[in-house]
């Protein structure tokens, strides 16, 4: 099968690799012929580049991440005429059987038409991120703004173009049905995350990590990705200070974002002894910080009304790191953590409950190492890259 992979976030394949550039990988390890267009990732490659043996077009564009939202919106905006002129000056033969893109962003579908309509593409939409009603509960936009109009309508456009949508959970299936019965309830299919499993470090490594960063003898709950809005890392400051009281509790977050100068003033305020905020390292670095911790933490918005499944909880699933979660009351994540064992959660904004939970899992020791160990056996049993190529596969071949 001829494949054109629409990109955003994907990193250099010769020395990188996140879910999507893995489940490309996976698509060319089966004998397809996958082609990839993608945002520059350094100025000094642009146009076609050959990583990892697969033909990717690398396109310079408007700053995509870490920048306004006025600014993000015109590069999206812009996106789907720069891939289309990129592609024509490939002498690509662009006939494709199957064009996949992903969520975000929604602009693509300008692009996707058109595969669609001159060429008789396939179109296989990976929703992982519900725009623009994720702006809305964030308070980035409003209903009535001509923005939330205008990709509202291009979200809409997405749906009805795409011949199958794969959606991170079912509480995204239903979402999506629920505010757009126009969409075939056949088109959707569940496509859970999905990475391809690194080795973890033995113990000598994992104590050096802890030594270098003073964490020996610490018990390390770890954040690591994204700090922007979306995660509302504020509430693991609160709660950081309601842990004053807990003696060699460390809370480690990883990252970077917009939101980051202001989690830096607020632990600051607080005169906050027990964090340590490290800027972003490469996943070779991250998978290794990861492991020099007892639990991985994930924080969602109580502000939204999506279903987000957060990607970062493979990884800690790898590392066999129990998750305890603070989550939105319309995310169904809560429901994957308990049908698995793999952590506890409580409600976004309830700093005592999570407080609690954090002490459960400090005082039981031989639970904690289970529910790491149940993460692990439900990565391996259901979210390998191999598994969402497989998924893949069983609707486009229909």
């Known amino acids: 099968?001829?494949?054109?992979?629409?990109?955003?976030?994907?990193?250099?394949?010769?020395?990188?690799?996140?879910?999507?550039?893995?489940?490309v990988l996976e698509f060319h390890k089966n004998g397809h012929n996958i082609d990839v267009v993608a945002p520059v990732r350094n100025q000094s490659r642009t146009g076609l580049q050959l990583e990892a043996g697969i033909r990717v077009i690398r396109v310079p564009t408007l700053k995509l991440f870490n920048v306004g939202l006025i600014q993000k919106g015109l590069a999206n905006l812009?996106?789907?005429?720069?891939?289309?002129?990129?592609?024509?000056?490939?002498?690509?033969?662009?006939?494709?059987?199957?064009?996949?893109?992903?969520?975000?962003?929604?602009?693509?579908?300008f692009l996707a038409k058109w595969f669609k309509f001159h060429f008789g593409s396939k179109i296989y939409l990976i929703l992982r991120d519900i725009f623009p009603q994720n702006a809305v509960d964030l308070k980035m936009m409003s209903y009535k703004s001509p923005f939330y109009k205008y990709f509202r309508k291009k979200e809409k456009a997405l749906y009805k173009?795409?011949?199958?949508?794969?959606?991170?959970?079912?509480?995204?299936?239903?979402?999506?049905?629920?505010?757009?019965?126009?969409?075939?309830?056949?088109?959707?299919?569940?496509l859970p995350n999905w990475r391809t499993p690194i080795p973890n470090l033995e113990d000598k490594e994992i104590n050096e990590i802890k030594a270098k960063f003073n964490l020996t003898g610490k018990f390390v709950v770890f954040f690591g990705?994204?700090?922007?809005?979306?995660?509302?890392?504020?509430?693991?400051?609160?709660?950081?200070?309601?842990?004053?009281?807990?003696?060699?509790?460390?809370?480690?977050?990883?990252?970077?974002?917009?939101?980051?100068?202001?989690?830096?003033?607020?632990?600051?305020?607080?005169?906050?002894?027990?964090?340590?905020?490290?800027?972003?390292?490469?996943?070779?670095?991250?998978?290794?910080?990861?492991?020099?911790?007892d639990i991985g933490i994930i924080s969602l918005s109580q502000d939204f009304t999506i279903p987000n499944i957060p990607s970062k909880t493979i990884s800690y699933f790898n590392a066999k790191k129990p998750v305890l979660?603070?989550?939105?009351?319309?995310?169904?994540?809560?429901?994957?953590?308990?049908?698995?064992?793999?952590?506890?959660?409580?409600?976004?904004?309830?700093?005592?409950e999570m407080k609690k939970a954090l002490q459960y899992l400090m005082e039981h020791k031989a639970e904690r190492?289970?529910?790491?160990?149940?993460?692990?056996?439900?990565?391996?049993?259901?979210?390998?890259?191999?598994?969402?190529?497989?998924?893949?596969?069983?609707?486009?071949?229909?």
């Open 225 to 293: 990705g994204n700090m922007g809005k979306p995660q509302k890392l504020e509430n693991i400051v609160y709660l950081a200070e309601a842990c004053r009281d807990i003696e060699d509790v460390i809370f480690f977050l990883v990252g970077d974002g917009n939101e980051r100068v202001y989690l830096e003033q607020l632990v600051k305020d607080a005169e906050l002894q027990n964090i340590i905020l490290q800027g972003q390292v490469s996943p070779k670095d991250y998978h290794r910080l990861l492991q020099s911790a």
């Open 1 to 23: 099968m001829r494949i054109l992979y629409l990109a955003l976030g994907f990193p250099d394949m010769d020395t990188s690799q996140n879910m999507f550039t893995e489940l």
């Open 325 to 352: 979660a603070s989550i939105d009351k319309n995310t169904d994540f809560g429901k994957l953590l308990e049908e698995s064992g793999a952590g506890l959660w409580c409600e976004a904004g309830n700093t005592p």
């Open 161 to 190: 173009l795409a011949d199958f949508i794969g959606c991170m959970s079912q509480g995204n299936i239903d979402y999506v049905l629920r505010h757009n019965p126009e969409v075939q309830n056949s088109k959707l299919h569940l």
């Open 369 to 398: 190492i289970e529910m790491g160990l149940k993460g692990y056996k439900y990565l391996q049993e259901n979210l390998l890259t191999s598994m969402a190529y497989e998924r893949i596969m069983a609707q486009v071949s229909h």
């Open 78 to 109: 812009l996106l789907p005429f720069q891939y289309k002129k990129a592609l024509k000056k490939s002498g690509f033969d662009l006939s494709y059987d199957l064009i996949i893109m992903s969520t975000p962003p929604i602009t693509l579908d």
